[in-house]
């Protein structure tokens, strides 16, 4: 069993930057791929970004390439999403989640663990 708690939501002007933190705690000896989904209010959840164990794997939607940076620190078992470039339609609840598998998945049915997840509200 894995235990994930995102922290570094607020609210932020269009054109600002938050850094997300997701902290891992229980079972985490194994070679767990991390990722940020997010969902917006009356939308579907939809995946962000995703790292591999070692970082030498890293998938990002469309929607946010050249603007967020997933990374991850193991010695402190915790991932970061860097975002940078705001937009409002940036504005959802945040995810993370876990998947033990060592390839990297996108699909939101292949991550096993997830967060309680964190509000990111960008203002226009």
């Known amino acids: 069993q894995v235990q994930l708690v995102e922290s570094g939501g607020g609210l932020v002007q269009a054109g600002g930057s938050l850094r997300l933190s997701c902290a891992a705690s229980g079972r985490t000896d194994r070679w767990y791929t991390m990722a940020w989904f997010r969902q917006a209010p009356g939308k579907e959840r939809e995946f962000v970004a995703a790292i591999n164990w070692t970082g030498g794997s890293i998938y990002y939607a469309d929607s946010v390439k050249g603007r967020f940076t997933i990374s991850r620190d193991n010695a402190k078992n915790t991932v970061y999403l860097q975002m940078n470039s705001l937009k409002p339609e940036d504005t959802a609840v945040y995810y993370c989640?876990?998947?033990?598998?060592?390839?990297?998945?996108?699909?939101?049915?292949?991550?096993?663990?997830w967060g309680q997840g964190t509000q990111v509200t960008v203002s226009s």
């Open positions: 989640a876990a998947d033990s598998s060592i390839v990297v998945q996108t699909a939101l049915s292949q991550y096993d663990y």
